[in-house]
């Protein structure tokens, strides 16, 4: 039997011990991560970063209080994150969350350093309203400093701080060249993809001329979507190049979309007579899918002319990549404009050709010249190649270097944004494949991986009937109340069972 004292001593003891737990778990900080992409453990990449690490790295989360459910839990995220970064280098980074919400000069001081308001809807006795919050971190290392703005409930967490991080504690960073002379897009035409690479490259645009080639401080040459003929004496610069442990990323246009005449031409570079020495071909096709992109059609519908999203095969978008390969790991959707198949079929057997990104099963192609009849109705039947390739790496011998390595696109403008009034955002990943594949290609830190780990869109294949469609959708309604409901039950039998056994303990004095 219990008496009344030992009762309360066990009670005693209960909360001494949660006590105890929860001050440990503070100490000694573990989880576990069931996430596909392990979203929520910090990568080798991370690691090698920290391990680097000759001096400490202060992070101030400048973070305001009593947030919108889904941004709140971003705060909790970020604050977990940085317990993982502070435990595995053992306190070379230092963090601290502050609210300048409650202090006008600490408000003034996040500012400062970067980090702006932004205006969120919180909802408060009934009524919407308009709250100002900071959401930014600033992160100092000796004298240098660098600011995350706005952390987002949907961003790359781990990849804002290590790049952050990479950022102000390296010096030492590969070079990327973009060439320039053939037509091709400058950087300021390319502004996403300059801004990610920024992070672990130096970049600058160098133009081959009749005395000089590839520069000696350059690690990685990128030829992206050139459209005018180069010099057939210059191609040896690539040689050279190649020679001397260089390595080259190509995204070649061998046709052209011109949507404003409603047409497709085929385009010559000679960039592609140096890739067939090595037996890779980029086909002067349009690849079209079922699986793309739309364009907006102006028609006509009485009095008024209406703007109508028209499917528009030529721009595929491309969902099919090679599996645990760093250039395309964790990418989910990357949209090509008139990308072209590439052939490898006759490639030097003494190199490895793995290839990176594929067509739907529902794909084909066309050959120009040819006129784009955007009111035309698609069906199944125009679709006969599956699973074209569109992208490849090459490694081996090539030029006599044995550690050689090439990545190949049959499309370059899926990473240029264009100029003037014609800019447009590219998605997330068609800058990530661009940017992971010049990182394998420099020096593989696998920091840019990181940027798809991220809560991302995951649609339903379309391909999958309505009726599935309408199962799936009822059981991710209903389910989650039913185990609810269960769970209930199972408490208020479980709290019964245990009234009836206090009901009948004898308690002595």
């Known amino acids: 039997m219990y008496t009344k004292k030992s009762f309360y001593t066990i009670i005693a003891l209960f909360i001494g011990v949660v006590i105890v737990l929860n001050f440990l778990s503070e100490k000694l900080y573990t989880r576990l991560d069931f996430t596909a992409d392990a979203r929520y453990s910090l990568s080798k990449a991370t690691k090698n970063i920290l391990d680097d690490l000759s001096a400490p790295v202060t992070i101030t989360a400048y973070f305001s209080e009593n947030l919108p459910p889904d941004v709140e839990k971003t705060r909790e995220d970020l604050r977990d994150m940085l317990i993982e970064y502070s435990n595995y280098s053992g306190g070379m980074v230092v963090y601290d969350f502050v609210d300048p919400n409650k202090d006008s000069k600490i408000e003034m001081k996040a500012q400062q350093a970067g980090v702006r308001p932004v205006m969120i809807n919180v909802r408060e006795k009934d009524q919407m309203k308009q709250q100002k919050a900071y959401l930014g971190v600033v992160l100092q290392y000796e004298d240098k400093s660098d600011v995350i703005p706005l952390v987002r409930p949907d961003s790359p967490l781990e990849y804002l701080l290590s790049s952050s991080i990479k950022k102000i504690a390296t010096t030492d960073k590969p070079t990327v060249a973009f060439l320039q002379g053939n037509g091709e897009p400058g950087l300021d035409e390319m502004l996403q993809l300059k801004e990610a690479l920024s992070v672990t490259h130096d970049m600058k645009e160098i133009t081959f001329t009749d005395t000089s080639g590839v520069p000696e401080d350059i690690s990685t040459l990128a030829i992206i979507a050139p459209a005018d003929s180069i010099k057939p004496e210059y191609l040896k610069y690539l040689d050279d190049f190649i020679k001397r442990g260089g390595t080259i990323l190509f995204g070649l246009n061998r046709v052209k979309g011109i949507l404003t005449e409603a047409r497709g031409v085929a385009v010559n570079t000679g960039f592609n007579g140096w890739l067939n020495k090595l037996g890779i071909d980029v086909k002067q096709n349009f690849v079209i899918d079922e699986q793309c992109s739309n364009i907006m059609v102006t028609q006509q519908q009485g009095m008024y002319r209406i703007n109508t999203p028209v499917q528009f095969p030529y721009l595929p978008v491309v969902t099919n990549f090679a599996k645990n390969n760093p250039i395309t790991t964790g990418l989910e959707s990357v949209m090509f404009p008139f990308v072209s198949s590439i052939d490898y079929s006759k490639i030097d057997t003494t190199l490895k050709v793995t290839p990176l990104l594929f067509s739907s099963q529902h794909s084909g192609s066309e050959t120009p010249p040819l006129y784009f009849n955007v009111t035309r109705k698609w069906k199944r039947s125009d679709f006969t190649i599956p699973h074209q390739t569109l992208g490849i790496s090459v490694t081996g011998k090539i030029m006599g270097n044995s550690k050689a390595k090439l990545v190949v696109f049959g499309d370059g403008d899926f990473v240029v944004n264009g100029s003037g009034k014609q ?69 208020l039998e479980t709290k019964k069972k245990l009234r009836k056994k206090l009901a009948a303990m004898d308690y002595e004095e």
């Open 423 to 491: 800019m447009q955002k590219l998605q997330p990943d068609n800058i990530n494949l661009m940017v992971n594949a010049i990182d394998w290609l420099s020096d593989n830190t696998g920091l840019n991986a990181l940027r798809t780990k991220a809560i991302t869109s995951r649609p339903i294949d379309k391909n999958i009937s309505e009726s599935t469609k309408t199962i799936i959708k009822y059981v991710n309604f209903l389910l989650p109340i039913i185990l609810l409901i269960l769970y209930g039950i199972f408490r």
